[in-house]
Each structure stands twice: as C-alpha cells, then as structure tokens.
C-alpha cells in the first residue's frame, strides 16, 4: 500500500463536474492518495492511516492529530505504475478494484476511528481533483 500526501490549504474532488468531496481547512489540511496492490490487507491499511495521522508535516512540525486537520481520501491505482519497460505504463502492480475499494474504504474509516475528518472521492470513477499544496509539501508512505 502506497500514500502520496500532500500538505494542502485547500482541496476538493469533483466527478461529473459535482464536487462530492472537499475540504477548506483552518489551516492546513491533507490529501491522501492510496494506491493499493495485492498483498495489502486492513492491518496495513489501518497502520498506514495511523502513520499518516501522527506524520508531523504541518506547520510548527505538528501532526494532523495534533490539530485536527481534515483529511481528503482518493483512492489512486496509478500509484503503482510499472514504468521500467517502453513509454506505456503497466498496472499489473495494481490490486483488482474488489480488493482495492474496501482497503481505501479502512483507510479512511481508521482515521475516522482516531478522530480524522475525513472526506473522499468516489472508487473507480474519472475524478478531478483540484488542490493547493502548501509549502510544498508532498511525501510518499509506505509499509
């Protein structure tokens, strides 16, 4: 299991032009891009979202615990892209969306679990996601 984070001071995710999901933080917020491959179960996905919850990258080295900072989940296959061979990416790193979706679905009810507002997009569908990262702060988790 894969996380790309992002520190944000905004973020939203539309499909279809409808946002289904957003945050606007106080300050600072985070996006969570999970990409999920074959071998991930709910105990990584749930230790994954602790780790992710307690990762101090905001302001004053604070973690979005500390905080209270809200969280956009997007589930994110891409994040497995085997780009070793040729100019076309390969997906067979990617897990199935049937093992896929319910593991992003722990992640982010682990962090509900710990307090997290957490806000999502929707698996499988051709999202937009629009996001102002700040600082830049981005950082890729794993287990």
């Keep these: 299991m894969r996380v790309l984070v992002q520190r944000v001071s905004s973020a939203r995710v539309l499909v279809d032009g409808d946002t289904v999901g957003a945050i606007t933080p106080a300050g600072q917020g985070l996006v969570a891009l999970v990409g999920v491959t074959h071998d991930d179960d709910v ?13 101090r990258i905001l302001d004053g080295e604070r973690s979005a615990a500390d905080v209270g900072a809200p969280i956009l989940v997007i589930s994110q296959f891409t994040l497995y892209a085997d780009t070793a061979k040729g100019r076309r990416p390969a997906w067979n790193a990617a897990a199935p969306g049937t093992l896929a979706e319910p593991l992003v679905a722990a992640f982010g009810d682990a962090l509900r679990e710990w ?8 698996f499988g569908a051709h999202m937009t ?13 794993e287990l």
């Design 43 to 55: 105990n990584k996905a749930r230790r994954l979202a602790e780790k992710l919850w307690q990762l």
């Design 115 to 122: 307090g997290a507002h957490v806000e999502t997009g929707v």
């Design 129 to 141: 996601v629009e996001l102002v990262n700040d600082g830049p702060v981005t950082v890729l988790l």
